[in-house]
Every structure is written in structure tokens, then in C-alpha cells.
């Protein structure tokens, strides 16, 4: 069931962005040292605004799920949406086109960058391609992990 009575908020407070850890921290599968790139690097330029989770609510004050965004202070820099999750109790709901929706307009773009591995390719594409207009501009192999495609959009 859909909950329409969805909040967003940019978090910040470590408490919240411990759960979310906890939440998304099999990212390592994909992204190997996920978790010292996100206490070393994300949360120093989260502290710092370069970089943003921006979560979405339910009515009931339950996190749903999160966006992790990097917004472009300059022209030379990118917009870039890093991660992207819905938590498992409400994923295939339609919940991640409102957090799309929201996370493009904080970065006031319709064209952010983002990479998806291939493991993980089946369950953007559809929706970054057929919703989104994103274009896959580059297949990178050992990107992240040796042997291992990363799909790269706009």
C-alpha cells in the first residue's frame, strides 16, 4: 500500500545517518571500502554541504529511503546521484520515483550523473531510461571492481 503522505528531509544528525549506514552498508558488494568511503569522505562533506542524504518519510516518521546526492557549487562540477535505496519493506511500491523526483529537484538537474554495477543494472535502467531520459554515456570495466562492468548515465 502506498503511503501518500510522504515527508523529505536532508539529514544530518549522526544517529540517523548510523541507521541509514546500517541500512545501505551492503553497498560493499558493489563498492569495495563503501564503509570507509562513507564515514571518511561522505560525512566530513556532508558536515561540510557538499554532499547531502536526503531521506523520505512516511507519515508515521519511518524512513522509507534515501538518497545520497553530491551537488555541483560550480558549473565545472557534477551533479551526482551516488546512492539510491528504498528500504526493503517498501520497495516496488512506486516510492522510488518520488525520491528521484525529489532528489532532482535538490540538485536542480533532470541530467545527474550516476553509475550503477551490473549486478544491480536490471533494477535502474528501466526507470533512469524509460521515466528519466538518462543516457548510459560510458561502460566502464574495473571501475570499481576488477572484471566488473559499472554502467555510467548522462
Not at 545517518?17 to 564503509?35: A, E
Not at 546521484?81 to 526493503?88: G, T, V
Not at 550503477?116 to 538518462?134: D, G, M, P, T, W
Amino acid at each position: 500500500m502506498l503511503i501518500l503522505n510522504k515527508q523529505f528531509k536532508i539529514i544530518k544528525d549522526l544517529p540517523t545517518i548510523g541507521y541509514i549506514y546500517h541500512n545501505i552498508k551492503d553497498l560493499d558488494n558493489f563498492y569495495p571500502n563503501f564503509d570507509k568511503w562513507f564515514w571518511n569522505k561522505l560525512l566530513p562533506d556532508i558536515l561540510l554541504e557538499n554532499d547531502f542524504i536526503l531521506g523520505m518519510f512516511d507519515n508515521k516518521n519511518n524512513l522509507i529511503g534515501v538518497s545520497i546526492l553530491k551537488k555541483a557549487k560550480t558549473f565545472d562540477k557534477e551533479n551526482k546521484i551516488r546512492a539510491l535505496r528504498i528500504f526493503p519493506e517498501y520497495q516496488n511500491k512506486g516510492y522510488g520515483l518520488y525520491l528521484i523526483d525529489e532528489s532532482l529537484k535538490l540538485l536542480n538537474t533532470d541530467k545527474p550523473k550516476a553509475t550503477v554495477a551490473e549486478e544491480i543494472l536490471h533494477n535502474y535502467s528501466r526507470i533512469f531510461i524509460n521515466k528519466y531520459n538518462f543516457n548510459i554515456t560510458k561502460v566502464e570495466k574495473g571501475l570499481y571492481r576488477k572484471n566488473k562492468l559499472e554502467y555510467i548515465f548522462n
